[in-house]
T-cell receptor, first 115, second 111 residues
Framework: DTGVSQDPRHKITKRGQNVTFRCDPI?????LYWYRQTLGQGPEFLTY????????KSRLLSDRFSAERPKGSFSTLEIQRTEQGDSAMYLC?????????????FGPGTRLLVL | GQNIDQPTEMTATEGAIVQINCTYQ??????LFWYQQHAGEAPTFLSY????GLEEKGRFSSFLSRSKGYSYLLLKELQMKDSASYLC????????????FGAGTRLFVKA
């Protein structure tokens, strides 16, 4: 257990529905990242926050995806009008921004299946 | 462009040594990470290199050559529990110091 938690761990939804995932980072960490991972691939960057500011969003992320980190603590990732291609593991990671090594610690992930 | 290459799969025998290679091309360089990921679980941190040379941590060692864009992860005294995917990841110096992950190397340890 890294100290990063995600909820829910599994989500099954029908195409066209909206889903929201939550991530609670390690409390003193100021950076929070969202990744998507499909079978046989490494984590693919989606977006990241420093405190409450969303500093970067992947060009791969369509307008159906939105993320927030309202108070600089937990974060939510929402997918609107889900598509079958959204089926994947959604990973959250947190880190403490520093000049040197900045290790990202991952949560257990939310596995999404869109039927 | 940014690219990280590592072998898709490797097989090794319990008790042996295995070396997993990683080559990278990224926008700037601010550190290379190795993560271990068991099936269905999240990646867990193994090692970090930012300067050239070898970093040793128990049964695991990681090497970096920045001029060659090359790293390897060395696993000694392999155990069955080492069967997992090993992800090479590079942190750049642009785009908010984003970390790019390779597709991972699936290691199978056989008895």
């Amino acid at each position: 257990d890294t100290g990063v938690s995600q909820d829910p761990r599994h989500k099954i939804t029908k195409r066209g529905q909206n889903v929201t995932f939550r991530c609670d980072p390690i409390s003193e960490h100021n950076r929070l990242y969202w990744y998507r991972q499909t079978l046989g691939q490494g984590p693919e960057f989606l977006t990241y926050f420093q405190n409450e500011a969303q500093l970067e969003k992947s060009r791969l992320l369509s307008d159906r995806f939105s993320a927030e980190r309202p108070k600089g603590s937990f974060s939510t990732l929402e997918i609107q009008r889900t598509e079958q291609g959204d089926s994947a593991m959604y990973l959250c990671a947190s880190s403490l921004a520093s000049q040197g090594q900045e290790t990202q610690y991952f949560g257990p992930g939310t596995r999404l299946l869109v039927l | 462009g940014q690219n990280i290459d590592q072998p898709t799969e490797m097989t090794a025998t319990e008790g042996a040594i295995v070396q997993i290679n990683c080559t990278y091309q990224t926008s700037g360089f601010n550190g290379l990470f190795w993560y271990q990921q068991h099936a269905g679980e999240a990646p867990t941190f193994l090692s970090y290199n930012v300067l050239d040379g070898l970093e040793e941590k128990g049964r695991f060692s990681s090497f970096l050559s920045r001029s060659k864009g090359y790293s390897y992860l060395l696993l000694k005294e392999l155990q069955m529990k080492d069967s997992a995917s090993y992800l090479c990841a590079v942190r750049g110096t642009t785009g908010g110091f984003k970390t790019i992950f390779g597709a991972g190397t699936r290691l199978f340890v056989k008895a």
